[in-house]
């Protein structure tokens, strides 16, 4: 018998499969790509741009904790006179001088130790030398204001900048906070924060406005300003001290504060009925988690002996690693506990407002305080939801949810909304920060703002060239935290009996502005409207 078998399902079958099976595989690969770039991409992303930032920086720093000291020489190395200098022999100061501009020169972190520096910290002083009472009503009054009406989703970082311009602006001038000078603290604050997270870039003519406003009101300023200084220059020591930090790093400190608290429900309720010393509790180890400051770097005015063998020579920088310290010595350091502080801050790797034999924060008592005072009024007003990463440097500016009390409280759908959008805005976030970030690192290592300016100044001064060593051997102590701030915000202001001659009209203050900027020759920074 003849059997005839005829192929037919295997010829017409295989070539018709494989084109269909590739492209279909193309595609749910890039689908499974696309779905998990959340998930993988911004980590690589920062990674990057800190290999990038680190090549263009170079690496002149000595991390501290490091190779040559560990975290039982922090304190030490911290508090030495020696580690006095703040920006002049440091590439790190041109990137901060280039955040900071116009007016680093005249901002009391960048100040080299010496008569200047010593005039403005004690005008900073008696600025924040208020009565406790007196400090808690005026952040309660501008909380009231700036909570009105106020519910749903928010971020917190924006929430909290007008608040905290109408504070300093108050604190400043002793009286109310006009709505125009709020939205300028608030806009110029803003500017700087925003570059200093690489999420946009410097807009100098916001900054160009606050000082052009601040200077026909110089003697206005409730304690008279530091001797010697110009009122161009007196108008930035204001800006940068006040309007500047002091803004941004309370309203930063605010948004890590009311982010843990909404990401945490039953700590939340705990602090909104516990008394202020849990209370103390609960930001001593917020600003342990998320400390406002990164790195701290100082510049040495002599050699510091570490042992028999090892010296740091004079002209070193110092790369103090507040992060790394703050984990340093706690079990299970990425957790929120505020038992933590249970025993007291000082024999705990803690120091948030530094040192006080090395520049300490002026405002350790203060911060603390208010931060309370405006913390337990939005606690009083909300129940607070969030669903977002938390990260030291915030780039999201927190976004929270924020819910009536006494309203019905259902936040899961929008929760869930948070936490997706969060996770696919860090994509796009990460890759803005690469690209301004590296330009703004890049164009401030062009311009060499802070070495330029030392070059002049030893140009028109030969002693200028010196760097000064402040005398004695100041205590190894840090500033106390939150639990140990006394009645007084801080103590008695060191005022001069005789007001200095400020007299200065606003067309003659505007002139100066115009004639004094040192930033005119720099270039065109992109987004400013002026020729810097």
């Known amino acids: 018998m003849l059997t005839v078998a005829v192929p037919i399902a295997v010829p017409i079958a295989v070539p018709i499969a494989v084109p269909i099976a590739v492209p279909i595989a193309v595609a749910l690969a890039v689908v499974a790509v696309l779905v998990s770039l959340p998930y993988w991409l911004p980590r690589r992303v920062v990674a990057l741009r800190e290999r990038v930032f680190a090549r263009i920086n170079g690496d002149e720093g000595i991390p501290v904790p490091g190779g040559l000291a560990g975290v039982d020489r922090f304190r030490e190395l911290y508090s030495h006179p020696a580690a006095n200098g703040r920006s002049r022999g440091a590439a790190l100061s041109d990137l901060f001088w280039y955040w900071l501009s116009p007016g680093p020169e005249m901002h009391q972190e960048h100040l080299e130790p010496g008569e200047r520096y010593d005039a403005v910290a004690r005008t900073t002083r008696s600025l924040l030398a208020v009565p406790k009472a007196e400090a808690e009503e005026l952040a309660r009054r ?41 939205d300028l603290i608030a806009a110029n604050a803003d500017d700087v924060v925003t ?27 409730r304690v008279p300003l530091p001797d010697g200084l110009t009122p161009l220059e007196q108008a930035y020591y204001l800006q940068g001290a006040f309007f500047n930090t002091a803004v941004v790093q309370l309203s930063e400190g605010m948004a890590h504060l009311l982010l843990v608290l909404a990401r945490h429900p039953e700590e939340q309720e705990r602090a909104r009925t516990s008394d202020d ?29 570490l042992d028999e063998h090892t010296t740091i020579p004079a002209g070193s920088v110092l790369c103090f690693n507040y992060p790394e310290f703050h984990r340093a010595g706690f079990a299970d350091p990425d957790r929120f506990d505020p038992g933590r502080f249970d025993r007291p801050a000082k024999e705990l790797n803690h120091i948030p407002f530094g040192v006080a034999a090395n520049r300490p924060c002026p405002a350790w008592r203060l911060a603390p305080i208010v931060m309370r005072v405006v913390a337990r009024e939005v606690l009083d007003r909300y129940v607070l939801d969030s669903s977002v990463s938390h990260t030291r440097s915030l780039p999201s500016r927190g976004p929270c949810l924020l819910t009536p009390r006494g309203a019905p409280h259902r936040p899961r759908l929008a929760l869930a909304y948070m936490r997706v959008r969060d996770r696919w805005e860090d994509v796009w976030r990460s890759l803005v920060q690469l690209v301004l970030g590296t330009y703004m690192v890049w164009d401030a290592h062009r311009l060499r703002l802070c070495e330029r300016h030392f070059a002049e100044a030893a140009a028109r001064d030969p002693a200028e060239e010196r760097h000064p060593a402040e005398e004695g051997d100041p205590a190894e102590t840090e500033a106390p935290t939150a639990a140990e701030a006394p009645d007084r915000t801080t103590d008695a202001p060191d ?33 400013s409207r002026r020729t810097r």
């Open 142 to 182: 501008c909380a009231a204001r700036r909570l009105e009406g106020v519910r749903g989703m928010v971020r917190l970082r924006d929430l909290m900048m007008p608040l905290w311009a109408e504070f300093a602006y108050e604190l400043v001038f002793a009286e109310p906070c006009p709505r125009e000078a709020r």
């Open 195 to 221: 570059s200093l997270k690489c999420t946009g870039l410097r807009h100098m003519d916001r900054r160009d406005r606050l000082t052009r406003y601040l200077l026909p009101r110089l003697d206005k300023v």
């Open 277 to 305: 010393r849990h209370f103390d509790r609960v930001i001593n180890e917020t600003l342990r988690l998320y400390p406002l400051f990164g790195i701290a770097h100082r510049i040495t005015s002599g050699d510091i002996a």
């Open 495 to 527: 005022r001069a009996t005789d007001a200095p001659d400020r007299t200065t009209d606003a067309p003659d203050a505007s002139d100066a502005f115009d004639a004094e900027n040192r930033y005119a020759h720099h270039g065109r920074h992109p987004g």
